[in-house]
């Protein structure tokens, strides 16, 4: 089922018309840009939005205004300063304060939006950082600190002795995280855990004493108050998400003891009952659609005591637009649907989660569940982000796709250049041919974030910003605001919650980063459930999941994360629109990707693979969907010569500028993280664009697409002004419950598990020298072998070679009888004395062994595969040994991996396809040097003929090249494999994809080559694929 809007939007619109800004940009002359600002800034409304904005800035300008600034570089920057935040109030939709104001409307039959100016309301709330502040002055005032309950910290997990756990610190005012370890004692293991759950500081320090009779209760409180200090405890004031509560739970506090009790706060003394009436100001009073400065500042006053550094900056505020109609055409969000799915196929896939299970797998196995907080560790564990090499095998679907993603991309770009093409028109079904992998896609729920334009015949769209997954992240801090937007909200979580019956749980995470953000990272309770790391919550104790409880395993190729108290699989969602990348910790970024996990999150069409060799990306469309703007990219250096010239010269060499580039009239520029929209025939917004440019290596310039000097605007107000506009598209389609087909297979794993010594698997590594490998597997190993299968010892064997630090032979056995592992390792030890003594093998090692995952395929019928391919082997070299037959393995190779395909039931363009890309990417490796390309043409000339023969010619009839007794091996061998891989792909209930599919014949193919070849394995390899892709190539081009 496809995923169908909600029948309602978000929509954000900027304060100021776009005809207003039309009008400051007819402004030239310095004189008339200092009057202009000077009497919009007085604006009541807009003097406010600049305090607000910056109360320092704000100053300054009273101050130009009062004549107080007269040097003429002051007075230069304050009015550039001043013209950014007047044209960002007209062109910027993103809400802050009073330059843009949010609301909802209702998908319709028509486009019809009328804005009311003089409704909108502005809402105000005190500053998080100002609460905390507060809160942290309150806990050194006693009678506060013994009403204190008492918390552990909630990343706080052990590795051996140690207790390691995160503390934040601050440097140059950012908040920063570090890991801490600590050694563990008997007195703080009873501490941790008895604050498992908050505890009052008292009952703390009761149940302290009972442990320890000898310490003092001075002593006691000191430790407490130490652990308290480092973080290792926190207390029930740490500032939490839910929009209201820290106040409610402070003043909660505050009542709990005498009103006349003085409490001491920055040096102020302020009783109880004072600070109570102070923090308990109405919501009449902070909500208004008529504030003032004065009225501003008059609040402000009254929190002044609590912190000299957040005098002026006590309220944090966000304006509600009002309506007289809002709706929009139903036909708009289904055709952004259509252009969010061509970004989805045109986005690269992120390889941090791909990655980190891949480490995951090779650290632990296939069938280990690792507590979380243990995986994520940087020393113990695997550490998040992982920076690892990904192989041949793992990952040449995702290569092939990127690659195929570029040629499509560079196929456009050359067409438009070379046609001199401004705009890349796509079409619906253009994109069918390309190698699409499957690691990510649309979630469930999502958000599309678009901006309408007014085109010559219809409407069009522009496509911001795709959000994926969570639809609701966007709404999460605005729905304190508005109830509608609240209602929004959580229709679009509830429809993707899933029911008490069911596996799986989905789990709010509660992570408190940092005071700074405070008022933007609040949200709801929107599920019954959370995970609290640094950061407190307030829902009842067994409905918290802590981090420690978490346990990490891979699941068919999911990362699966599950409660052992619960014994549900969690799944954890972030509801605010928090940058989580930045200056994060592992844990949480871990848990916030792992949310991602299956999805394109990033969804952009990628050009910067191109931008080193041209200087301009066309804009791209399908239909009236706008994919991206056309841009721009420059030096700046180019610019510097512009610094020195007047107005009148400027303007002429801008002009030239634009000729040559075919540049509009209004462009958009990075400033910082934002954009700054300049009319390039306009002399001041030429000089606010060179300040911009300063200190730049090189930048981006956009194309703006609204022309300010007509009416091209679909949001209008009662009076017919223009206004910019972003409208948020929700999308959703049932969730289809995976979770009990999850938990089967958690359950079947955790039955497999991994098989520690004495079990049915024997696991052995043999350390010794490549060369000599092969002379061991030949000598001892193949006679090992065939007894060990003759005397039914074992059901299946293989070996891997591996050289991760020394070079050894990794050998598994797989005995019917467990009982039977002493004689088999006194057979082995026999086969293998000479070799031992002779120091030829330098190293015995014994080990659990911990199967890899191959997706969603049983382990145990792939292990099947593994085993065919050594019996090959071993009959391989029996021949070799005993008939003095020369084998010629590559021919073996071509012929093997033929049939292997084969019997995966491949067509002929499946293998051209399947053989090209991992053909590529092994080239890459090798450094896809001209030279190697050519000796890789030059062996397949050499060997044309022959494969002709080979792969082309009944298997019968194929003697010339191979001896009739390699025949029936390699007709024995196709036997056996074609019934296991129907029994692979054939399992009931299974569900795979293409690309897991390719993946394991991938893994297959290269694990039978690491047998056949004793040195230069991946080297040999590559050359076996690329000779049989330009085989393959070559038929397709006879037969076509």
Known sequence: MDHKYTDRFFIRVPIVSKNYLWLFFQVQTDGEVVEFI??????????????????????????????????PKDT???????????????TRSTPFGLFAGVSTGNIGQKNSIELNPSKTILKNELKIKLISSLSEQLIKNPSIKSKLAIVKNSSVYRVGPQLRYVQKYLKESKTLYRVVSIQSTPHLEFILNATGTAIPLKELEKQIHLFDAKLAKKEILSYIDNCIKNQILTTNLESNLVPGENIEELVSLLKSIPTKTTLRINNYDISAGNLIDILQISESKLTSSNFSVSRYREIEDKFAFISNELSQNVLHSDSIVSFNICEIDKKIPENVLKGVKLILNLSNSDSQLFNFKRSFLQKYGAFAEIPLLLALDGDAGIGYPTKREIHIGQSATNEASTRSIRQFLLKKLLHATKHNLRIITLKENELDDLILDDRGGLSNSFSCVVSLLKGERDINVLISAIRNPGGAKILGRFCKLDRTIESLAKEIINSQEYSENDNSIIAEINHFSNVEWGNLLTRPKFHKYEIPYLGRSTLNNETQILPEDLLISVENERLVLRSKSLN????????????????????YEFLCDLENQGSTVNAVIDWTWFESSTNFIPRVIYENIILNEAYWIFETKEFDSWRYLNDLSLGDEVKKWRIRHEIPRYISIANGDNFIVIDLENAYCLKLMLQVLKNQKSIRIFEYLTDFDRDDAIVKDEEGKNYGNEIVFFYQKPRSSNSTQIQESINDSRKLSSYPIGSEWLYLKVYAGFAVQEIILAECLQSLQKELKTTKMISNSFFVRYDDSDPHLRLRYQLIEKSSLHILLNMFNEAVKQYVSDDIIWKLHIDSYKPDSYGPFDIRLVEKLFSIDTDFYFSLLQFEKNEFLKVDRKFIAYKCIDMFLNNFNLSFDEKLTFTGNIAKN????????????????????????????????????????????????LNNKSKKEKNIILQILGQKKLKYSNFEKINLMSNCVHLFMNKLNSSDIRRNEMEVYNVLWLHYRKQSAIIS
């Not at 807009?46 to 004549?67: D, M, T, V």
């Not at 230069?76 to 007209?90: A, D, H």
């Not at 549900?568 to 990348?581: D, E, G, R, S, V």
């Open 568 to 587: 549900k699989i969690i799944i954890p969602q972030l509801n605010n629109a928090h940058n989580y990348k930045y200056l994060s910790t592992p844990v």
């Open 38 to 71: 000077i009497n919009h800034f007085s604006n009541p409304s807009n003097e406010l939005a600049l305090y607000i904005a910056s109360p320092s800035l704000h100053e300054r300008f009273l101050q130009f205004k009062n004549g107080q600034i007269t040097k």
């Open 76 to 90: 230069e920057n304050l009015l550039l300063s001043l013209s950014k935040y007047l044209i960002r109030s007209s």
């Open 922 to 969: 092994f080239l890459d490796e090798f450094g896809n040097t001209t030279i190697l390309r050519k000796k890789t043409t030059e062996l397949f000339r050499n060997e044309s003929e022959k494969l002709n023969i080979l792969l082309n010619t009944d298997i019968n009839e194929i003697h010339k090249l191979i001896d009739v007794k390699i025949i029936k091996l």
